[in-house]
């Protein structure tokens, strides 16, 4: 079991950037991967970035390719989702997630360890 205390999100005006930051508990962490969901109102919770335990293989989806990088550090059991040039269709509330395992072909399945969640608000 992997517990997630995601932080960082918060308002920030179209074009600007955030960093939000998950922390993870559990001995499990370096052996999964992780990845941050996003859930807009009214759409579908949606895969926005996902990384290898060991970090060696990443994957973004197309509406933040560019412009979002996910990095962890399995010393301190973090894993960050850096945003930049925010457009206000990233308004959502961003989810962490831990996977059931550590190679990238977990990233399609669904995690088993979920954080609370963090509201990110893009608005001028």
């Known amino acids: 079991q992997v517990q997630l205390l995601e932080s960082g999100g918060g308002l920030v005006q179209p074009g600007g950037s955030l960093t939000l930051s998950c922390a993870a508990s559990g001995r499990t962490f370096r052996s999964v991967a992780m990845g941050w969901f996003r859930q807009a109102p009214g759409k579908e919770r949606e895969l926005v970035a996902a990384i290898t335990n060991g970090g060696a293989t990443k994957h973004y989806a197309d509406s933040v390719k560019g412009r979002v990088t996910i990095a962890r550090d399995n010393a301190k059991n973090t894993v960050n989702l850096q945003m930049n040039n925010q457009k206000p269709e990233d308004t959502a509330v961003y989810y962490c997630?831990?996977?059931?395992?550590?190679?990238?072909?977990?990233?399609?399945?669904?995690?088993?360890?979920w954080g609370q969640g963090t509201q990110v608000t893009v608005s001028s």
């Open positions: 997630a831990a996977y059931g395992g550590g190679g990238p072909g977990y990233f399609t399945t669904t995690p088993r360890n």
